[in-house]
């Protein structure tokens, strides 16, 4: 057994001659069947010992990367590694080399980085070894998720972007870069404060320099023209770009993310940076942009730089990221209006949005809520000390002060975040049993006598006797245009009751028909339609979406008028309240 | 160009495999005796959907980047899914990981590094079953195929187009399935028409041809036409099969004949493979 430490900076072990077909290389399947049994399969000794984290079937948790799948081991003095298994091959040599000297320089910057070790005898599959990286295991968040559950606080948003621009700094004076910034690469920590870089396949530091890049990162944050030769210090530039302005748009416009993530990219995508002109968001930043030069600044140099065709000034312009004024971020904000998605689907599609239990939590949240304590308390002391001052009768002035506390508490109570949110939360819970109840209770006649009748244009009810020439223009006016729309009315403004009742046995004899043709076909003959399969979706969706609600409710902070009473008097048990 | 969508959880892929259970897929396997090729077939479908779950997963969150259809046909045309999947057709990949059939306990036997084997026991999620009865319907079951992936598309045009993947071992009792497999390839999304893969699996010893680009050397009629009836692989799928070392031209259609197990676990594998996913 061959252990290569690379933390100690030196190396120990002798270069392995063996070179991996790429057909020899095992699947992730190989692998996750392999590493179940870590005493056996695995060749460094502390792994050998370890726990695999296991899934609650038993199956190894798995992280799925372009060319490796990453598992997550637990040692026995309890610390977290992830073991990262190569599935595609380069030279194994070749990637040893890279691993050895990047795991060199890392050392200068071991707080923006994971300490790991290359292992050349990583992993036993089919009787053969394998090697693998193993890491110790970053805390934090990955950006696109802290971003999707901060979209609406503009502060962590801006932290995050000064905190990028920092890493950037210090990446670019060390001679270093990353070469694959995007939102699963970054861990998130300390609010925004700090930053983990993980997955170093695709690195640049100065002893590779001459060779190409092993990969070219994350089609949404590079430049279209960016190639394995754009090998550099500089080739994390670009990447920065494309996060700070969508940082600073989404800071001041959150709805952007519900409108343009859908969680493979940070509101940008390659086809974007192809066509800047007619992209929608581009469009939609520029708009934002008119508030705020910075954001401004960053736009246009993001679009140039997409018009240049080469992508090389992106590499070798000295600064293609403006830098913004040092009290930028910590600036004081606008007075914020919490953004809430406006359409259920746009919500669902985001991945539900910002979650309540965090909403309580953001510093929006407690800041107003400190606050209205405090206003609470103050007022309560002036009324207090008004009338010891000016009535002089001490019981006269409490029983006033009494009546007022509790008066001030009930309002203060109806105006707690934590009652409104929670009350939020209980509609949306609510909307969503509603709608799946609704979505579970149409069935496939209902379905198939929609769809015939959404195929029958209200145009046709005009060869029906005893319907005027203008109605079926008039019905489209009101913005039905099927026989479907006229379904399950009674009546419709505008339109005579004599009309309407031909209009109504007209769409009760198609419903009748449809339905009748439906019952005659054989089983297989019955058509699925589109509505069908997207119910179905729509219904999977909706079980999601009550699931993590269910789940949201039961993690849901305390919101009872007890509570609120204790933290009115700071946090004290309530048995201990004077009133 | 077509073939190029990004995946996205807005915008999934599908596969829609059709399985033949037929009673002749109770005989065993031409190159590899001890084993009936029925249960050759489900243990391949069974990994591929493994892979398939690992591709979009990261830790505990599977992405829904695909959805995933399974029907068989022997004596008629029925769910492939059983459990708390029966009876759906397209099933997001996030609920395929959450509700497998089982958890197999197996053995696997392996090299010890001196010579000898040893056992070692795996746990392999299992969500299709094996089963060989009856007929073997093929003509019916690309009809079912083709509405149902008609459908989807209708649903999601933007999408990267549907797969679909028969695997069979002999000719259809139904007729000629060539009309209905026209049919199924005319359907599609604005990303390209439904890629339709098939494979012939084998009771004899004869050379496996995987990937042909002409019916030159194919055995007989009916192998010819499953050639007929497959999609040209699209440019990207080229290369991705040259990468695993199969000779394929630019004319390669997805088809293999009397394709052994290794084969059937590498051409599935390819013709999964999509738009790049990160």
């Known amino acids: 057994m061959r252990l290569q430490t690379t933390t100690g900076g030196q190396t120990t072990s002798t270069t392995p001659q063996t070179r991996y077909l790429p057909t020899q290389w095992p699947d992730a399947v190989a692998l996750r069947e392999a590493i179940q049994n870590p005493q056996v399969v695995l060749g460094d000794r502390e792994l050998r010992a370890s726990e695999i984290l296991c899934d609650r079937r038993g199956l190894p948790i798995t992280y799925a990367g372009r060319c490796a799948v990453v598992f997550r081991l637990r040692t026995l003095g309890g610390e977290n590694w992830a073991l990262r298994c190569f599935t595609q091959g380069v030279d194994a ?69 000064a905190t990028l621009a ?39 530091v100065p002893e590779l320099a001459g060779r190409v890049s092993a990969e070219v990162g994350h089609p949404n944050y590079q430049h ?88 090389a000034a992106a590499l070798t312009m000295p600064e293609s990221v403006p830098a913004l004024p040092q009290d930028y971020h910590a600036g004081a904000l606008k007075r914020w209006r919490a953004a809430r998605p406006h359409a259920r689907g746009a919500e669902r599609q985001a991945g539900a949005g910002v979650s309540y239990a965090e909403r309580v939590k953001s510093a929006e949240a407690m800041r107003f809520e400190r606050r209205l304590l405090w206003a ?56 969503t049993r509603a ?28 060869l029906l006797g005893n319907i005027r020439h203008d109605t079926p223009a008039r019905l489209r006016g009101m913005g039905l245009m099927t026989a479907a729309d006229l379904q399950n009315r ?85 048995g201990t309240l004077p009133i | 160009m077509p073939y190029t969508a990004e995946i996205n959880r807005s915008k999934p892929t599908a596969f829609f495999f059709l399985i033949d259970q037929s009673g002749s897929m109770d005989d065993p396997w031409g190159m590899d005796g001890t084993k009936r090729k029925c249960d050759a077939v489900a243990d ?28 068989g046909y022997g004596g008629s045309v029925k769910s492939g899914f059983k459990g708390a999947l029966a009876g759906r057709q397209f099933v997001p990949i996030s609920e395929v990981a959450d509700n497998p059939l089982r958890v197999e306990q197996r053995t696997r036997k392996e090299d010890d590094g001196a010579g000898g084997l040893v056992e070692r026991m795996v746990r392999f999620p299992v969500w299709f079953e094996v089963d060989a009865s009856g007929s073997t319907p093929m003509r019916e079951a690309i009809e079912t195929a083709h509405g149902a992936v008609k459908a989807w598309c209708e649903l999601y045009p933007l999408s990267y187009p549907p797969a679909v993947i028969n695997i069979s071992d002999g000719e259809p ?31 004899s010893s004869k050379r496996p041809v995987e990937f042909p680009d002409s019916q030159m050397g194919l055995a007989d009629e009916f192998a010819q036409r499953l050639f007929e009836m497959s999609s040209v692989l699209p440019p990207r799928l080229v290369d991705e099969a040259r990468k695993e070392g199969f000779a394929v031209s630019e004319k390669s259609r997805g088809f293999a004949f009397n394709a052994d197990l290794r084969a059937l676990v590498q051409f599935l594998d390819i013709g999964t493979r999509t738009a790049e996913l990160r």
Not at chain 1, 420 to 430: H, P, T, V, W, Y
Not at chain 1, 446 to 457: A, G, I, T
């Open chain 1, 435 to 462: 709608e799946l109840r609704q979505c579970s209770r149409m069935d496939s006649v209902q379905d198939f006598v929609l769809y015939e009748l959404s195929k029958v244009p209200v145009e046709r009810s005009f």
């Open chain 1, 93 to 161: 040599q070749e990637r040893r080399e890279r691993y050895t000297a990047i795991a060199r320089r890392l050392e200068s910057l071991p707080d923006c980085f994971v300490p790991f070790r290359y292992l050349d005898e990583g992993v036993k599959v089919f009787g053969q070894w394998f090697p693998c990286v193993a890491m110790r295991w970053a805390q934090g968040e990955t950006l696109g998720r802290f971003v999707e559950q901060h979209a609406a606080d503009p502060a962590s948003l801006r932290r995050l972007s």
């Open chain 1, 490 to 574: 009674t009546g419709l403004f505008d339109i005579e009751p004599d009309e309407w009742n031909t209009l109504n046995k007209w769409v009760f004899r198609l419903q009748g028909a449809a339905a009748r043709r439906y019952h005659k076909l054989a089983d297989h003959q019955k058509p699925q339609p589109a509505e069908v399969a997207g119910r179905e979706q729509e219904k999977a969706g909706l079980r999601k979406r009550l699931i993590e609600l269910e789940r949201e409710k039961a993690k849901f902070p305390n919101p009872s008028w007890d509570r609120f009473r204790a933290r009115f008097w700071g946090n004290k048990p309530h």
């Open chain 1, 166 to 204: 920092d890493l950037r700094h210090r990446l670019e004076s060390a001679g270093i870069a990353h070469g694959d910034w995007q939102h699963d690469n970054l861990l998130v920590s300390e609010g925004g404060r700090r930053i983990t870089l993980v997955d170093y396949d695709g690195m640049y």
């Open chain 2, 44 to 71: 391949a479908i069974n990994r591929l959907l493994s892979t398939l779950v690992i591709r979009c997963a990261k830790g505990e969150d599977v992405r829904d980047y695909f959805q995933v259809g399974v029907i």
């Open chain 1, 224 to 311: 279209p023209a960016r190639t394995a030769a754009h090998y550099a210090p500089g080739m994390d530039r670009f990447a920065h770009l494309v996060l700070q302005t969508g940082l600073l748009a989404l800071s001041h416009e959150p709805s952007l993310w519900t409108r343009f993530s859908d969680g493979e990219s940070l509101l940008f995508k390659r086809h974007d940076f192809l066509a800047p002109a007619g992209s929608p968001v581009f469009d939609a930043v520029r708009g934002v942009a008119k508030r705020d030069k910075h954001l401004a600044g960053c736009l246009d140099r993001l679009q140039t730089l997409c018009m240049d065709g080469t992508g």
């Open chain 2, 173 to 203: 009792t139904d007729g000629d399935p060539s009309r209905a497999a026209a049919a199924l390839k005319e359907v599609g999304t604005n990303d390209g028409k439904v890629l339709f893969f098939n494979i012939h699996i084998s009771s």
């Open chain 1, 376 to 431: 609470l308390r103050g007022t309560l002391a002036a009324v207090l000390s008004a009338l010891l001052a000016t009535t002089g009768s001490v019981f006269a002035s409490v029983m006033v002060t009494v009546v007022t506390y509790w008066f001030l508490l009930a309002a203060g109570y109806l105006l707690w975040p934590r009652v409104r949110i929670e009350s939020a939360l209980l509609r949306d819970l609510q909307r």
